[in-house]
């Protein structure tokens, strides 16, 4: 059957239409921000490269020389303190043995190794008497650590033959 | 043909969901990785500059140190130097009334060489010869020192002195 009477149409309700411009908005708003970002991102990986190219063209190869220079002039200047600190004075210890020597002792040798500060000193006095006196002058000095005697021998007129260990304060070569 | 206007909107928020998550979002966080290399990069060349800058300051000031540069320079020199390492020990000795008998040359091995040295004299002679090895310009240490007194007194006494020097 023909309807005479027009139907009145059906009105869309005014939240759907909101809800629909809101999310034809946000369409928008987040390929517009799309567009931005990529523009901002060329825009930043542009300066990136200039700062790049500023790093690597820092220093002139002049510069770089003087650089290498003064590194090399650092570490010897560093390596020579160090070395000047540790310097022994090896003739140190002959002077603290001839101020140190009992008068009735003869040394006959003498080794020394200033980077163990030990010494090996062998000798003759005249007898057993002078040696034990040699030995306690060494004993109380503060430049010995230590005395360690390691040979003892009688000679034939009576003599006393020894050899000792000095263990040196590393003091000494100061 | 109409569409009904929610469906529409539900396919936007889907749209703009699918392109925030797929295209915006990663880009943004590409943009922002960016921007901290850049800031990365600006202190690396500030650092860099001042680096530099203060490199040309030392360097100048370097200048003034020339002497003891010098000094430093003849105590570790750039080569070994034995030649004239050998002739320092030759005239040393001869200067201090010992005669140097024999050299031998121990190795020469990163920067340190170590050479033996026999030498006949008199003791003061020999402490002497000490005391010029210590206050010599190159830097000399004595790593070993052995001598025994002569059988007879009119005899000399033979010294066998190890030493250390340093070249850069």
Redesign the interface.
């Known amino acids: 059957m023909i309807g005479i009477i027009p139907k009145t149409l059906k009105k ?1 309700p005014q939240w ?2 909101f ?2 411009y ?3 908005g ?2 928008v708003v ?2 517009l ?2 567009a931005v ?2 523009y ?2 060329a825009k ?2 542009g ?2 490269q200039d ?2 190219e ?2 690597a063209q ?2 002139t190869k002049e ?1 770089k020389v ?2 290498a ?2 590194l090399v ?2 570490k ?2 560093s ?2 303190s160090k ?2 600190q540790s ?5 140190n210890f ?2 603290f043995l001839e101020e140190n020597c009992h008068p009735k002792v ?10 163990k500060a030990e010494a090996l000193v062998s000798g003759k006095t005249a007898d057993f008497k002078t040696l034990g006196q040699q030995l306690f002058i060494f004993q109380q000095h503060e430049l010995i650590q230590s005395v360690d005697l390691t040979n003892l021998l009688i000679g034939k007129k009576g003599e006393t033959e020894f050899s000792f260990y000095l263990y040196l304060n590393p003091k000494i070569f100061q | 043909m109409k569409v009904n206007k929610l469906i529409l909107s539900g396919g936007c928020l889907a749209l703009t969901l699918i392109l925030i998550l797929t295209l915006t979002w990663p880009k943004y966080q590409a943009f922002k990785n960016l921007q901290l290399n850049i800031k990365v990069k600006e202190a690396e060349l500030q650092s860099k500059q001042e680096y530099f800058s203060q490199i040309k300051e030392i360097s100048k000031q370097l200048e003034e140190y020339t002497d003891s540069l010098n000094k430093i320079s003849s105590a570790l020199p750039e080569t070994p130097s034995l030649p004239s390492l050998f002739n320092f020990l030759q005239l040393s000795a001869s200067q201090t009334g010992l005669v140097l008998g024999e050299i031998i040359l121990g190795g020469v091995s990163e920067g340190k060489i170590r050479v033996t040295c026999r030498l006949t004299g008199d003791y003061p002679g020999f402490k002497n010869f000490l005391l010029a090895l210590e206050n010599s310009a190159r830097m000399i240490e004595v790593e070993e020192i052995s001598f025994e007194s002569p059988e007879k007194p009119t005899e000399s006494f033979t010294f066998v002195v190890q030493i250390k020097t340093y070249s850069y």
Not at chain 1, 87 to 91: A, I, N, R, V
């Open positions: 869309t759907q239409n809800a629909f809101i999310s034809c946000l369409l987040v390929i921000g799309y970002l990529f901002f991102e930043a990986f300066v990136l700062l790049e500023k790093i820092v220093a510069e003087i650089e220079k003064v002039t650092q010897k200047i390596d020579f070395l000047l310097h022994q004075k090896s003739s002959f002077t003869w040394l006959t040798e003498v080794a020394l190794n200033p980077e």
